[in-house]
């Protein structure tokens, strides 16, 4: 899942780093051009600030407005409670990375790796989950009703965590700040070649491949059953909106697999295939780290743009807290102003002065 649980040795490609770097330095005058690490920098950080904010605003929006309590709603808000997971471990990473080494200590190493192979185990049975809830709805809807309840599926949320809990175990196990680079990482015990093997079959079947087929068997029935209820008869107003919510649907699992992909490809790849230990093949692999931590912060984009009603509860809560603020700023400043306010009253008269002041008696 993070940087470490896959076949790549990064622990080498440290070493490759520090080495150039060391070269760098005493070998040449010239100014480097921005290191990666700064670019990678200022990527987390803004990959944290949006997807930490995007996915605390999805959970409120879920958890307060009582008609956003439906059955894909509260699968869409186990996925959001996955991905905010998995954007906290950023600050950890980015730590690890701007330092060269894990300052927090063994065991916040086990916490931070077990959390984000929880929450990538998570975030896929979630999408697994929400595409079999599409194609009951589209293939059995009437039969499915009774099953389909917010009740059921806050249960098989329940279930989900716990799953991925037992699955992300060995992360726990072997996990552990390494002794010769100080470096938060797995170290399997021998022989760790066929421990690693293992480990990245297991999670790329188990955690992204075998998840997959079951989500594209899903849909490939709901467009059979789709094209054919099409033929027979016109749409209805609520087979219309369960076209809608399986767009989302698709469209959100499609960007999952695109960040994703890549990611555990290349984990595959170099099982056969020994990938070359450079800085450029290290900064590539960053990069497709960069890339699921994106998925992660680009989800509750999508909700906005995919669902009206996502859409108008976002509105409504950053317009109510704008509002809140408005109101705030306006009482405080009319309360300093009545303080200071002495309104001035032109008073003409032909017995007195021509402009006479006197103290307020009405404050608007």
Avoid: H
Wanted: glycine residues 4%; proline residues 4%; aromatic residues 12%.
């Amino acid at each position: 899942m993070d940087i470490s649980s896959s076949s790549f040795n990064m622990t080498n490609y440290n070493e490759t780093l520090m080495s150039e770097n060391t070269s760098r330095t005493n070998g040449s005058d010239t100014t480097p051009p921005m290191p990666f690490s700064e670019v990678t920098a200022v990527i987390y950080t803004t990959v944290f600030i949006v997807g930490f904010l995007g996915n605390v605003l999805v959970i409120y929006v879920v958890a307060r407005y009582t008609k956003m309590k439906t059955v894909t709603n509260m699968y869409i808000l186990n996925l959001a409670v996955a991905d905010e997971l998995y954007i906290l471990g950023i600050p950890l990473i980015g730590t690890n990375s701007a330092l060269s080494y894990w300052p927090f200590g063994n065991f916040l190493c086990k916490v931070s790796m077990t959390a984000d192979g929880m929450s990538q185990f998570a975030s896929t049975f979630c999408l697994t989950l929400m595409s079999i809830d599409r194609f009951l709805a589209v293939v059995y809807p009437i039969r499915s009703a009774r099953w389909r309840k917010p009740r059921v599926a806050k249960i098989l949320n329940g279930l989900v965590w716990f799953i991925s809990f037992l699955m992300a175990l060995p992360l726990t196990i072997f996990s552990g700040v390494q002794d010769k680079f100080n470096t938060c990482n797995i170290s399997w015990p021998e022989p760790s070649e066929t421990w690693s093997l293992a480990f990245i079959l297991y999670t790329s079947i188990m955690g992204f491949f075998g998840p997959l087929t079951v989500i594209t068997l899903c849909y490939l029935i709901i467009v059979i059953k789709v094209k054919s209820a099409g033929v027979r008869a016109g749409l209805t107003k609520r087979r219309k909106s369960e076209r809608k919510v399986t767009r989302m649907v698709v469209i959100i699992v499609l960007v999952f697999v695109l960040c994703w992909l890549p990611f555990f490809t290349i984990n595959i790849v170099n099982l056969f295939y020994v990938i070359p230990e450079s800085k450029v093949n290290a900064e590539l692999y960053f990069s497709l780290v960069i890339l699921t931590y994106v998925n992660s912060c680009a989800n509750p984009v999508l909700y906005g743009f995919l669902s009206d009603k996502f859409k108008q509860s976002f509105k409504d809560v950053l317009c109510f807290y704008k509002d809140v603020t408005t109101a705030t700023k306006d009482l405080v400043e009319s309360r300093q102003n009545g303080n200071k306010l002495i309104q001035m009253e032109v008073v003409r008269s032909t017995d007195v002065e021509p402009f006479t002041a006197k103290p307020a008696t009405d404050c608007q």
